[in-house]
């Protein structure tokens, strides 16, 4: 079983239905990034959250530290959102200096005009 | 600022051959990754970096090497060239190791080994 789980794989939508991806984690960690992967394979970072909720823009991530469970959403989306969202989680690599981060597979968003 | 730079962005080698796949940033960010990402897979740590100077193997080192002789430039040698080792190739750099906010990606190198 892998320590980062997404769902769903694959996500298609029409434009302006509001999208939820998930995340489950098996590992203690300090933090959860959520990342977006281009089409063109640029990756970005969108967040970075230990507790409650971040928003920006129309994307908002919660996490929940005692379920090990993150959510991603998009309000109204637009095809330009199409890309692969990635989640990874940070752990603290056995008292070295490094924190390393474990990612998920990745989850496809399509968005339909 | 350019942020991560990498290059080449596509590559094609045949089975033993050698290359180096170049990485620099121009954050003065003193940690820096190389990840490779196969297909439906999720990212995985080849090497990192914490200063020049240092650098440790991360989850999947065999088959490449890394030198950080300074700050700014990160290179993964890929000594003799496996089809395994076909994958998308990133560098990445934070300011800090565990409470970094962001990590920063390059735009990746497409490789093939055939």
């Known amino acids: 079983k892998n320590e980062v789980e997404q769902s769903p794989q694959n996500l298609t939508a029409q434009e302006g239905e509001f999208i939820t991806i998930n995340c489950s984690y098996s590992v203690g960690i300090s933090a959860l990034h959520w990342l977006q992967q281009h089409p063109g394979g640029g990756i970005v970072s969108l967040f970075m959250l230990s507790s409650g909720k971040k928003k920006h823009g129309r994307l908002i991530a919660t996490i929940n530290i005692q379920e090990k469970h993150s959510s991603l959403h998009i309000t109204a989306s637009h095809p330009r959102d199409s890309a692969v969202y990635i989640c990874a989680v940070l752990t603290n690599a056995g008292g070295t200096s490094y924190g390393k981060l474990t990612f998920g597979q990745g989850t496809i968003l399509t968005v339909h005009p | 600022n350019a942020g991560v730079t990498q290059t080449p962005k596509f590559r094609i080698l045949k089975i033993g051959q050698s290359m180096t796949l170049q990485c620099a940033q121009d954050?003065?960010?003193?940690?820096m990754y190389w990840y490779r990402q196969d297909p439906g897979m999720g990212l995985k740590l080849i090497y990192y970096?914490?200063?020049?100077?240092?650098?440790d193997k991360g989850e999947v080192p065999n088959g490449y090497n890394v030198s950080r002789s300074t700050t700014e430039d990160f290179p993964l040698r890929l000594e003799l060239a496996a089809p395994s080792q076909t994958s998308v190739y990133f560098c990445a750099s934070s300011l800090s190791g565990i409470n970094y906010n962001e990590q920063f990606f390059g735009p990746g190198t497409r490789l093939t080994v055939l």
């Open positions: 970096s914490v200063g020049a100077g240092i650098t």
């Open positions: 954050m003065n960010h003193n940690y």
